[in-house]
């Protein structure tokens, strides 16, 4: 491992547009009265282009500072739509325009903030397929999507073109940022070598984020883009930037090329064994999918057509149920011909909200009790002490395995042999199959 690389002394990543017209003079005026931008930066800033994946929580601030700064071209990727639950966070939309496109959303929005903006729109999702073509036309890229498998791919299409590109990752409180660029640091593989196993992290969906801490990594984002752009101040290639909006902390950590690193040459399906270190990229994908409401891709990422991945996730893993088997088995159960408990660990409000026929809610916390201990809390244990199988169901699948892990170990201890599994997905992959819900 060398000396962490110094971003200071990078030169302007645009040359110079053309003379500003009088009208463009007076609207930013505010950033030409700065020294280090002046009318040459905001020259530069005006013939950029900046490809943007996604268009939701890190996107929306990070696209409205650049279109109002004036960066020429914005190409936004997202196959997303706008929903309401967006809205807590997801700034550059409004209610007019849930059930609408993301993309014309987004760019609808910048057209009415600076018509002189230039806007692409990408409604699809991508994949190491379309990764290469739609980073090749950029000056460089804005990762704002929630989900690994399209982060590996930003960042390997990045490396193999040579283009910069500047990332964000937001979980309720805390938020982190930095810029890769393999022709002169590190990339995104050397911060997270290996991905995690599908699941082991939960999505914002799943865990949450307070609206305003992507507000302050979606300008970060803008931030670093603009001075990358300009040539100016330091970026945050080689650093990590970590903040904990809860006690307003910001933390700087030197982030290094991994000694040793092979060049990425090629595009490669996500969690490629070879590669990342585990099996089952097709699974993976799958999973993810499932697991994550993704902005700018988050599911299919093969650069060949290695046939449809299983529709029965219960080949390779046992302890997953998925919908259209859950479906099965409860209207067996109500034909009295399966005896089963389906528990939702999700809280009381999501439960409330959307739920399904049968299912029996203890939220996860009062299913743990104690976090350290392998014991099931007194009050969840003598709900849990009857049924031989149990079937648990969270929002998007992680609480419930957490569910599933602690379950077993308790079983483990209490010497009961049963059986545990749990929804892969999902309520939303549940909502997703159309499968039917009630809720106030």
Not at 100 to 106: G, Q, Y
Not at 325 to 345: C, N, T, W
Request: proline share 8%; net charge negative.
């Amino acid at each position: 491992m060398g000396e962490p690389l110094s971003a200071a002394g990078l030169p302007p990543l645009v040359e110079p547009g053309p003379q500003l017209s009088p009208e463009q003079l007076r609207r930013y005026a505010r950033n030409l009265r700065v020294p280090q931008i002046g009318e040459l930066g905001q020259r530069r800033l005006r013939a950029a282009t900046v490809l943007c994946v996604g268009a939701g929580a890190l996107g929306s601030p990070a696209l409205l500072y650049l279109a109002a700064a004036g960066v020429g071209t914005l190409a936004i990727v997202d196959d997303d739509d706008v929903e309401l639950s967006n809205l807590q966070r997801q700034v550059i939309h409004g209610s007019e325009a849930v059930g609408r496109a993301k993309t014309a959303s987004a760019a609808a929005r910048i057209r009415e903030l600076n018509p002189d903006v230039q806007v692409v729109e990408h409604r699809r999702r991508l994949d190491a397929g379309s990764a290469l073509e739609l980073v090749s036309g950029c000056d460089l890229v804005l990762d704002g999507s929630d989900n690994f498998a399209t982060r590996y791919l930003v960042s390997d299409a990045c490396e193999i073109t040579g283009i910069p590109h500047v990332w964000a990752s937001i979980l309720r409180f805390d938020g982190q940022a930095s810029v890769f660029w393999a022709q002169h640091g590190p990339t995104y593989r050397d911060l997270h070598p290996v991905p995690p196993q599908p699941g082991s992290v939960p999505s914002c969906a799943e865990a949450g984020v307070l609206g305003a801490l992507p507000g302050m990594l979606g300008s970060t984002l803008a931030m670093e883009a603009m001075k990358l752009i300009m040539g100016t101040g330091v970026t945050l290639l080689g650093r990590l930037s970590i903040c904990d909006a809860l006690d307003g902390s910001w933390t700087q950590i030197p982030l290094r090329r991994a000694a040793g690193a092979a060049a990425v040459t090629h595009m490669s399906p996500f969690a490629d064994p070879a590669r990342d270190g585990y099996p089952g990229a097709e699974d993976s994908e799958r999973l993810l999918a499932g697991a994550t409401g993704t902005s700018g891709g988050g599911a299919s990422c093969v650069a060949s057509e290695p046939g449809p991945p299983s529709s029965d996730p219960t080949a390779s893993d046992p302890e997953l149920v998925t919908p259209e088997q859950l479906s099965d088995l409860l209207a067996e159960r109500a034909a009295g011909r399966a005896s089963f408990e389906l528990i939702d660990v999700r809280e009381p409000w999501e439960h409330r909200l959307e739920r399904i026929d049968g299912a029996q809610l203890i939220p996860l916390g009062e299913l743990l009790g104690q976090p350290d201990a392998p014991e099931i809390a007194d009050g969840a244990a003598g709900q849990l002490d009857g049924p031989d199988d149990v079937i648990l169901l969270c929002q998007a699948g992680v609480r419930s395995a957490q569910a599933l892990n602690r379950l077993r170990e308790a079983d483990i201890v209490a010497g009961r042999t049963r059986r545990v599994r749990h929804l892969a997905g999902g309520m939303s992959s549940w909502s997703g199959a159309g499968l039917p819900t009630t809720g106030d």
